[in-house]
């Protein structure tokens, strides 16, 4: 009878023991993995019973807030700008999470950002609602405006920064879409809407194409190859090149030629740059002569590959919403044609439309890399500003000589080269187009990378029209990407009176 008794408790201590470990293990181990779990309804109630904060624009527009239904899940995101803004509010979805600006500053919009309030503590006290805090945006409403306004049905991306402390000003890129149906408390409703959007394309409007689409630069890469060569001490703005219709495959032609291969590098003319004889580097950026270029990249390809990782290529940009990296092939021996494609902005070279914004910015900040930044602040619900973000840099990517030589030679860009069509009375622009090729049989990419003042920078931008817009096969940088940039910068100087 003992042995059985004894046994018996024995079963019950290992019973009560093991009861006494899942507790300690849910209670504190587990708890917050089952806090976070979407099949949480008490977690998801909670939420849902906070007004999430505001995300406004820099002058004061409300772009995301939160409508009380009364409902279980008390308040519900709304988005009042319809598709203006989606690329970067993102979305608050119960169905789908959430995305963007709602997902990186998802604490701080709950009120749960690590800062202690006076006006937190007195909610506690009387009792009153939880408020989260609002997000203050670095984007100006009438830039971005101007942005949908001046791109207009074409397919691209517009990127306007303020290349002195990064913060961008506008960021827009179409297609866009509305993100108020996949806030919607209606499963069916937020599907639906999700399936039309497409959302396994790599064209799908979810998809912004400012930060995590990566396109063939073109010639606005010779920006970055240009400051390589003048960094590297090896080149100055008039040093000068052989100046030929192509550059031939070197079983048929002595250097400058291409090396491994049976193909030649043709100027996009079909014609050599200034009728042949020699050209100066500061002419081959003001034209575009793609040999010039291409020859820096046979001859100096580590360089570039450095200055263009400087700027920012192969890693995704430090930035308040997740952004795809830029891409620029190491350089490898046995495959020597690809460093005179790359350093004009064609072969695997990939850039997104922030990362060229970008590249203009770091000519206009005397070489240094300014952060990007799309928060400027976060404010409580009293008003009262609880955390700034300062101006920020990367890295040197390039010294100030250089910086200001690339100015000049930019500048040269608009007023007699290939840009005039961003000419701004009383405005010194610098810029750089681009016309890169895509796949055989499409139309290029146009691109136009710029800042103004030339000589006291206040905005750099950057334009990608995809595949040309209207103007198909015919299109240029300067004719159809220049123009959208212009619209920028004199929008800018009307907002900022500089």
């Given amino acids: 009878m003992q042995r059985q008794i004894r046994r018996v408790g024995i079963v019950l201590i290992f019973a009560f023991l093991a009861v006494f470990a899942q507790l300690n293990y849910v209670q504190i181990f587990a708890a917050k993995r089952i806090a976070g779990n979407n099949a949480n309804i008490r977690s998801l109630l909670r939420e849902y019973s906070i007004k999430r904060g505001d995300i406004v624009t820099l002058d004061g527009v409300k772009v995301a807030t939160s409508r009380d239904t009364g409902g279980r899940l008390r308040y519900r995101r709304t988005y009042p700008q319809g598709d203006l803004y989606s690329h970067i509010h993102g979305f608050y ?28 503590i007195q909610d506690e006290l009387l009792g009153a609602g939880e408020e989260g805090d609002d ?30 402390t990064g913060e961008v000003r506008a960021m827009w890129s179409n297609p866009s879409y509305d993100a108020n149906p996949l806030a919607s408390f209606t499963q069916r409703q937020a599907q639906r809407h999700w399936d039309s959007l497409d959302p396994s394309s790599t064209t799908s409007a ?87 270029f291409a020859i820096i990249g046979l001859e100096i390809p580590d360089e570039v590959f450095g200055m263009a990782e400087a700027v920012g290529f192969n890693d995704p940009l430090e930035f308040d919403v997740g952004t795809e990296a830029s891409g620029y092939p190491e350089p ?79 500048a040269a860009v608009v007023r007699s080269g290939t840009g ?18 895509t796949v055989q049989g499409a139309s290029p990419h146009a691109w136009f990378i710029a800042f103004a003042p030339a000589n006291d920078p206040q905005i750099a931008v950057s334009v990608i029209v995809e595949n040309g817009g209207s103007f198909g096969s015919e299109a240029t940088g300067g004719a159809v990407a220049a123009p959208i940039a212009k619209r920028l910068i004199e929008t800018d100087r009307q907002i900022r009176g500089w």
């Avoid at 500053?105 to 800062?115: A, I, N, P, S, T």
């Avoid at 064609?346 to 922030?354: E, R």
């Avoid at 009262?384 to 030679?409: N, V």
Wanted: with cysteine; net charge negative; aromatic share 4%.
């Fill in 93 to 120: 979805s119960v169905t789908f999470g959430e995305s963007r600006i709602e997902a990186s500053f998802h604490d701080e919009l709950l009120g749960e950002g690590g800062v202690i309030t006076m006006q937190e």
């Fill in 135 to 164: 997000v203050r945006l670095t984007i100006h409403s009438r830039l971005q405006e101007m942005a949908r306004t001046a791109l207009g049905g074409e397919r691209g991306s517009v990127v306007a920064m303020d290349p002195n």
């Fill in 206 to 292: 979810l998809v912004p194409a400012a930060t995590n689409r990566g396109y063939a630069p073109g010639s606005t890469m010779k920006v970055v190859t240009g400051a390589a060569a003048l960094d590297s001490g090896s080149y100055q703005r008039d040093s000068t090149f052989p100046d030929p219709q192509a550059l031939l495959p070197c079983s048929e032609s002595e250097p400058p030629c291409m090396p491994q291969t049976n193909e030649d590098l043709t100027n996009f003319t079909k014609t050599s740059c200034v009728g042949g004889g020699q050209i100066d580097l500061f002419t081959a950026l003001e034209i575009s002569c793609d040999t010039t």
């Fill in 332 to 410: 490898q021996d046995d495959n020597q044609p690809f460093w005179a494609y790359q350093a004009i902005g064609q072969g695997d070279v990939t850039a997104t439309p922030l990362q060229m914004a970008l590249v203009a910015a770091t000519v206009a900040n005397d070489g240094e890399v300014p952060r990007p930044r799309l928060v400027r602040e976060i404010i409580d619900s009293s008003g009262r500003r609880i955390r700034e973000f300062d101006a920020e840099s990367i890295g040197r990517a390039m010294s100030s000589r250089t910086a200001s030589t690339m100015a000049e030679m930019m």
């Fill in 420 to 437: 005039t069509a961003a000419q701004i009375p009383g405005i010194e622009v610098a810029g750089k187009t681009g016309t890169a090729q």
